[in-house]
C-alpha cells in the first residue's frame, strides 16, 4: 500500500519533470498548483486508497442555471459521456462545477511522464467542457459537438 512519503516522492518526481516549484505537497498530502492562469489542478492523495485524486474548478454557475447544463453533465457521470474517465460535482453552495479523476499513485509513479500527459488531456477535457457550459448558459442550444473539439494544449509541463 502506498504511503504519505511514496507520494511525496512522486510530486518530487513530478515537479523536477515539469520545472515547476510549486508542486509541492502540504502535510496532509495535497497540491494545488494554478496552471495557464485558468485552472487550479488540485491532487489529494488518499492513503486509505493508494489513489490521487485530481480535482479541477471548471466554472461557477448562476443559480438560475438552465436545466440543460445539468443534463449535460449528468450524462457525462453517468455515462462517461466525454468525461475520459473522471466525473462531475458541482459545489452545493458555490455552485461550482468541479471536474474529478482518480490515479492510482502506484502506477502514476511508475511512469511520471504519462500521468504529466494525462493532466495535460484532463486541462484539454476541462476546456471543453468549459465552452460548452459557456454556450448552454449563453442560451445555444446545440451545447456542443459530438467530438471532442480540438483544444490547445495547456503548457504546464516543462516549464
Known sequence: MSTLADFNDFIAAVRK??????????ESGLVSVRVDDT??????????TGKVLCFIEITTLSKD???????DLLVGGLFGKDTAGGYFAV??????V????????????????????????ILQLCDIWSERIR?????????????PVEMPLHHMIRA
Do not use: C
Not at 459545489?91 to 461550482?96: C, N, V
Open 135 to 147: 454556450r448552454v448558459l449563453a442560451g445555444d442550444t446545440e451545447s456542443a459537438p459530438a467530438a
Open 39 to 48: 485552472y487550479n489542478v488540485n491532487l489529494q492523495f488518499v492513503e486509505a
Open 98 to 121: 468541479v471536474y474529478n479523476y482518480f490515479f492510482d499513485l502506484e502506477k502514476a509513479a511508475a511512469d511520471t511522464e504519462d500521468f504529466i500527459a494525462t493532466l495535460e488531456k
Open 65 to 71: 442555471a438552465p436545466a440543460a447544463v445539468f443534463r
Open 91 to 96: 459545489e452545493p453552495e458555490s455552485e461550482t
Open 17 to 26: 519533470d515539469t520545472g515547476i516549484a510549486s508542486f509541492v505537497p502540504d
